[in-house]
């Protein structure tokens, strides 16, 4: 631990955040109270009867979890009453959620994954929470067109841990700093401040069965990074299955992590993961730390959402591999 600071008093010693240190504030202590409810269930959910489906199917055509839905019930409570954020946009939800009774000139969009992972919910894996923050036009209304603006808007960033230790990893854009749940005194404590990615790894992270579903390049890619020619294509596969979890290794030890497209009909690729609520925060962290996100082909941060559930596909890490990847041409 850095000299017992928590979450909330390092707040408010930042400086050249992207956004105001108050609002900061309000939003990143309804986040540490979400993650520490989050936390405290997913250790007794076995117990409590929360594993298991619901026999529901969300937006994106998966079967949903008791946990996701019960998580996604934790930010809409959370921010019920909390100023300044008046809107939410999730992976559990088809359509964004506003609290009209927030409608103010200064108010914010969270966009999150509230059970990042899922799939190892029961069996005791990895799991994390994603979210980012965006500013809300003055005098808005039930539209988003000012939410579906590029990456490079967000002014917070952030995931949640849930290992061993619950950890809280949270950019505004002066930096990656990390924090972690003492239970004893319930409070997320920081751990590391400024964190920097390394620029080259040694691991990389990716669903590999998948892959007779890639485009040829980036099979031609994985067969470089496997190929042990020499030290540095030595690279070892670290999946868990969380994109947290795995992006989090990128952070502190490098490599990447890469989810590509996958080939439909016509040779037209398709990506998987979410690029409101998964990709572009997480690749705003990674910049923050000296890494990139890429679609293989495009920065992530540059592009413009169409829609809040639109997906594209994910090279992400430290700057070296990510730059690799791209040499390949690995999304054609």
């Not at 928590?6 to 408010?12: G, N, P, Q, S």
């Not at 994106?60 to 008791?66: A, D, F, L, S, T």
């Not at 705003?284 to 923050?288: F, G, N, R, S």
């Not at 996100?293 to 920065?299: F, L």
């Given at each position: ?23 900061l504030?309000l939003?990143?202590?309804?986040i ?5 409810r989050?936390?405290?269930?997913l ?16 937006v ?7 946990l996701?839905?019960?998580g ?8 019920e009453?909390g ?7 999730s992976?559990e939800m ?7 009774v927030?409608?103010?000139d200064?108010?914010y ?5 509230p059970?990042?992972g ?29 939410i579906?603006?590029p ?11 849930y290992?061993?230790?619950a ?7 002066a ?18 401040e ?23 390049e980036a099979?031609?890619?994985?067969a ?5 020619k ?25 490599g ?19 690029l409101?609520?998964?990709l572009?925060?997480?690749s ?5 730390a000296?890494?990139r ?7 992530i941060?540059?592009?413009?959402a169409t829609?809040?559930?639109e997906?594209?596909?994910?090279y992400?890490g ?9 040499s ?5």
């Open positions: 631990m850095s000299g017992g600071i928590t979450l909330t008093r390092h707040i408010m010693t930042k400086s050249a955040t992207a956004i105001p240190a108050t609002d504030a939003i990143m202590e309804r540490e109270l979400i993650a520490k989050i936390a405290r269930e250790a007794m959910a076995g117990l409590s009867g929360e594993l298991g489906y619901t026999g529901e199917t969300n994106q055509g998966e079967k949903v979890k008791k996701d839905q019960w996604n019930q934790v930010f809409l409570d959370a921010f009453h100023y300044p954020v008046c809107s939410l946009i992976e088809d359509e964004p959620h506003h609290y009209s927030n409608y103010r200064n108010s969009c969270i966009l999150y994954d059970i990042d899922s799939s190892n919910t029961d069996v005791n894996g990895s799991l994390g929470t994603i979210f980012a923050v965006k500013k809300r036009a003055p005098g808005h209304s039930n539209g988003i067109d000012d579906l603006v990456g490079t808007q967000q002014l917070i960033a952030g995931y949640i841990l290992g061993p230790a950890q809280l990893v949270y950019t505004a854009g930096g990656v700093d990390i924090f972690t749940l003492d239970r004893t005194l319930g409070e997320f404590m920081l751990w590391k400024n964190v920097k990615m390394p620029a080259h790894g040694s691991t990389y992270a990716v669903n590999q069965a998948n892959a007779s579903k890639w485009h040829e099979r031609k890619f994985l470089h990074i496997t190929s042990r020499d030290k540095r294509t030595s690279y070892s596969l670290r999946y868990c299955g969380a994109f947290a979890a795995d992006f989090h290794r990128c952070l502190l030890e490098g990447i992590y890469m989810y590509p497209g996958e080939v439909a009909e016509g040779g037209k690729a398709k990506g998987k993961l979410r409101m609520y998964e572009a925060p997480l705003m962290l990674a910049e923050q000296g890494g996100g890429s679609t293989g082909k495009n920065r941060l540059d592009i413009v829609a809040i559930h997906r594209h596909p994910i992400i430290s700057a070296e591999e990510v730059a690799l990847a791209e390949f041409k690995v999304e054609g």
